[in-house]
T-cell receptor
Framework: DTGVSQNPRHKITKRGQNVTFRCDPI?????LYWYRQTLGQGPEFLTY????????KSRLLSDRFSAERPKGSFSTLEIQRTEQGDSAMYLC???????????FGAGSRLTVL | KNEVEQSPQNLTAQEGEFITINCSYS?????LHWLQQHPGGGIVSLFM?????KKHGRLIATINIQEKHSSLHITASHPRDSAVYIC??????????WGAGTKLIIKP
């Protein structure tokens, strides 16, 4: 297992387009988190999953954002009708369970033109 | 007031100095994480604490649950320790709450 994998690493898109990011966590990890980090800021929590169940969703996540983890393994984060303010690094992390050490992916950088 | 406060926000020190970064929190927690982020790099988890003290190489992390306070210490600091150090707590609602981070610069 090579850790948490995120794809694509960098996505450049035009405003109004839809984008989807994928996260493959460490295989035995039950928890999967999505964060957003803008330049010079700490990561902001977006949502997390316990297996396939989405247990928490930040108010930062507008209706244009949706996340899934259909089989409790990989997860996707989709942003519809992208806006320039969506430009950020989208980070995925996984853990064995509540309160366990987090393992982060390298992130997916989104640039909206 | 933020639920997780870190201090200092910025710290510049000479190589070899003993470094302390502090984290205070105001919510009930089940665990506290210390994380490291290098410029342009990914985030690495350093420690996960629920009580007491942990040591890994030159890094030491302590937590006092009663005082709701944790510290990260770096002994014999080195320029490669330069990074942003983030304290994050896992609250009773299973959410991770992040501190703003401490930017550490170690000069040779």
């Amino acid at each position: 297992d090579t850790g948490v994998s995120q794809n694509p690493r960098h996505k450049i898109t035009k405003r109004g387009q839809n984008v989807t990011f994928r996260c493959d966590p460490i295989s035995e990890h039950n928890r999967l988190y999505w964060y957003r980090q803008t330049l010079g800021q700490g990561p902001e929590f977006l949502t997390y999953f316990q297996n396939e169940a989405q247990l928490e969703k930040s108010r930062l996540l507008s209706d244009r954002f949706s996340a899934e983890r259909p089989k409790g393994s990989f997860s996707t984060l989709e942003i519809q009708r992208t806006e320039q303010g969506d430009s950020a690094m989208y980070l995925c992390a996984s853990s064995l369970g509540h309160g366990e050490v987090l393992t982060f992916g390298a992130g997916s950088r989104l640039t909206v033109l | 007031k933020n639920e997780v406060e870190q201090s200092p926000q910025n710290l510049t020190a000479q190589e070899g100095e003993f470094i302390t970064i502090n984290c205070s929190y105001s919510v009930g927690i089940s665990a506290l994480h210390w994380l490291q982020q290098h410029p342009g790099g990914g985030i690495v988890s350093l420690f996960m604490l629920s009580s007491g003290k942990k040591k890994h190489g030159r890094l030491i992390a302590t937590i006092n649950i009663q005082e709701k306070h944790s510290s990260l210490h770096i002994t014999a600091s080195h320029p490669r320790d330069s990074a942003v150090y983030i304290c994050a707590v896992c609250d009773s609602n299973y959410q991770l709450i992040w501190g703003a981070g401490t930017k550490l610069i170690i000069k040779p």
